[in-house]
Nanobody
Framework: QLQLVESGGGLVQPGGSLRLSCTASGFTLDYYAIAWFRQAPGKEREGVSCISSTGGSTNYADSVKGRFTISRDNAKNTAYLQMNSLKPEDTAVYYC????????????????WGQGTQVTVSS
């Protein structure tokens, strides 16, 4: 069974940091682009960041540039999203997704999705 599992979410104060992980089971991520998306209550899903299968190409939404860093460790079959300088507006459920095509922030292109992990930024 092909599965993506996110972890690392939680409650953090503004200005704090979290690192999200996305681990695949049932398939290898080596040939898949990975992306992180988020959805806040009452808002549309937003593409946050994406990374190519080799890690050589990354892209970020303007709202997170300079604060978030996407990476991957194919040996561990895992991708990461390091989130620094968190703001209340970063509060959302974060999802990782995988697809064998080129990395994109368009969620409609992704075939495999995790269940999501909640990130809450609040004092």
């Amino acid at each position: 069974q092909l599965q993506l599992v996110e972890s690392g979410g939680g409650l953090v104060q503004p200005g704090g940091s979290l690192r999200l992980s996305c681990t695949a089971s049932g398939f290898t991520l080596d040939y898949y682009a990975i992306a992180w998306f988020r959805q806040a209550p009452g808002k549309e899903r937003e593409g946050v960041s994406c990374i190519s299968s080799t890690g050589g190409s990354t892209n970020y939404a303007d709202s997170v540039k300079g604060r978030f860093t996407i990476s991957r460790d194919n040996a561990k079959n895992t991708a990461y999203l390091q989130m620094n300088s968190l703001k209340p507006e970063d509060t959302a459920v974060y999802y990782c997704a995988a697809d064998h095509r080129l990395p994109s922030l368009n969620g409609r292109l992704y075939d495999y999705w995790g269940q999501g992990t909640q990130v809450t930024v609040s004092s």
